[in-house]
């Protein structure tokens, strides 16, 4: 039989390397493949997590060093209080008063509002903020735009909390210490302050959820009383879930970091001299308006408010 020609109506209309989808999943591949400073970024987190893991978990270890991260402790169980208070107040909830225990414990007192919406708020607002603060430390601009976000909660904090002096000390030394940072290389080191931050944050979580409700059983947690009310299964299942969703915010916090911010480090100390400068810089045309003394006077401000209430 004579070989027939196929008509080119059932062509493909593309060839593979201009297929869609071979050429989204190459797009997607590409986005997905850090550069040289986003693997910088990642093996510093690596490290940040190994440091986090023995300091927080190795007994025993020189008291100075235990001391390092004993505020960042403090301030992601205050990530955790803080997410009960807000969506608490979403939810319509009076707010009594947010309080840190030296032992790294906290409460947050409210009344009203939706438990079904604000027991799991703790565990997960906490690990979606250190997610947040994660993408953020990919990039400098945006550890300061986060940093600006954090003093707003930090004055609604100090509001909730305003008889609590730990909470007092602790906010505002981590405001200095934010303050200090954006003045570092042009806020290089503030980058690695919010990623450290977030790190901290996502592991909190991560090993609060699995220490109170999966490995001890801890009958005073957050998922035993939302077991309480749910009623249809134990903490220990609702623990397992939080924590897989924790994992997944954590894991989404690095994608969005590689994919979002894309630029070099010298491209990022350019960015960085136009947006929000250090003041004295020489692109500091406002320098007397500079974020970092916005940041501490509104602090300031809002704590003089605050005692004289």
């Not at 001391?67 to 979403?90: D, N, Q, R, W």
């Not at 939810?91 to 939706?114: K, V, W, Y």
């Not at 303050?179 to 790190?199: N, S, T």
């Not at 960015?271 to 500079?290: E, I, R």
């Amino acid at each position: 039989m004579p070989y027939a020609a196929i008509p080119n109506a059932t062509l493909p209309p593309y060839t593979f390397s201009e297929h869609p989808l071979y050429l989204a999943a190459r797009d997607a591949q590409s986005s997905l493949t850090p550069n040289s400073t986003q693997r910088t970024t990642l093996i510093v987190a690596a490290c940040y997590v190994l440091a986090i893991a023995i300091l927080w978990h190795v007994p025993g270890l020189i008291e100075v060093l235990n001391a390092t991260v004993y505020p960042f402790k403090l301030l992601t169980v205050g990530f955790h209080e803080m997410s009960h208070a807000i969506m608490g107040v979403l939810t319509c909830a009076h707010i009594h008063s947010i309080e840190l225990d030296p032992d790294e414990g906290g409460a947050t007192r409210m009344s009203g509002g939706i438990p079904w919406l604000t027991l799991p708020a703790g565990y997960l607002g906490s690990s979606f903020i250190g997610a947040c603060l994660i993408a953020c430390g990919f990039d400098t601009n945006a550890s300061k735009v986060a940093c600006l976000v954090l003093a707003v909660f930090f004055l609604f904090t100090l509001w909730w909390a305003r008889r609590e002096i730990l909470t007092w000390v602790l906010i505002l030394g981590m405001s200095g210490v934010i303050i200090l940072f954006w003045f570092v290389k042009g806020g290089v080191a503030l980058r690695y302050f919010v990623l450290f931050v977030g790190v901290m944050s996502c592991l909190y979580v991560l090993w609060d959820v699995i220490d109170d409700t999966i490995s001890r059983k801890v009958n005073g947690s957050d998922a035993s009383s939302f077991a309480e009310i749910c009623g249809c299964c134990p903490s220990q299942v609702w623990g397992v879930i939080w924590l897989l969703i924790a994992f997944g915010f954590f894991a989404a916090g690095i994608i969005v970091g590689i994919v979002a911010f894309k630029e070099s480090a010298a491209q990022q100390a350019s960015d960085s001299q136009h947006f929000l400068p250090v003041p004295g810089s020489h692109n500091s045309a406002l320098a007397t308006a500079s974020p970092p003394w916005v940041l501490l006077a509104s602090i300031l401000v809002g704590a003089a408010a605050l005692l004289s209430w």
